[in-house]
Nanobody, 115 residues
Framework: QVQLAESGGGLVQAGGSLRLSCATS????????MNWSRQTPGKQREFVAS???????YYADFVKGRFTITNDKAKNTVYLQMNNLEPEDTGVYYC?????????WGQGTQVTVSS
């Protein structure tokens, strides 16, 4: 059974940093992308960042160079380093895996940025 477990969320002041982790386990075949999305208050869930199986990275425009996604294949863990956080970044952050046929989602981790 595929499982994704996010961690690293918490409360931080504006301008601060957090590193989110997503540990994956289980029989994941043909994983094309490891991704992060978020759900902020009053908005629909939105894409944040992804990294392909070949290491190509993609970011949402609002990241503005503040976030970095990395993948440690030896640890089966994907990270999202978030710097210069803003109150608008407050929300639940989800990691998910996309394959050619399906996707797997974690339960999310709360990030709260105070002004």
């Amino acid at each position: 059974q595929v499982q994704l477990a996010e961690s690293g969320g918490g409360l931080v002041q504006a301008g601060g940093s957090l590193r989110l982790s997503c540990a994956t386990s289980g029989p994941i075949l043909d994983a094309n992308f490891m991704n992060w999305s978020r759900q902020t208050p009053g908005k629909q869930r939105e894409f944040v960042a992804s990294i392909s199986s070949t290491g190509a990275v993609y970011y949402a425009d609002f990241v503005k160079g503040r976030f970095t996604i990395t993948n440690d294949k030896a640890k089966n863990t994907v990270y999202l380093q978030m710097n210069n956080l803003e109150p608008e970044d407050t929300g639940v952050y989800y990691c998910y895996i996309t394959t050619s046929t399906t996707s797997y989602w974690g339960q999310g981790t709360q990030v709260t940025v105070s002004s």
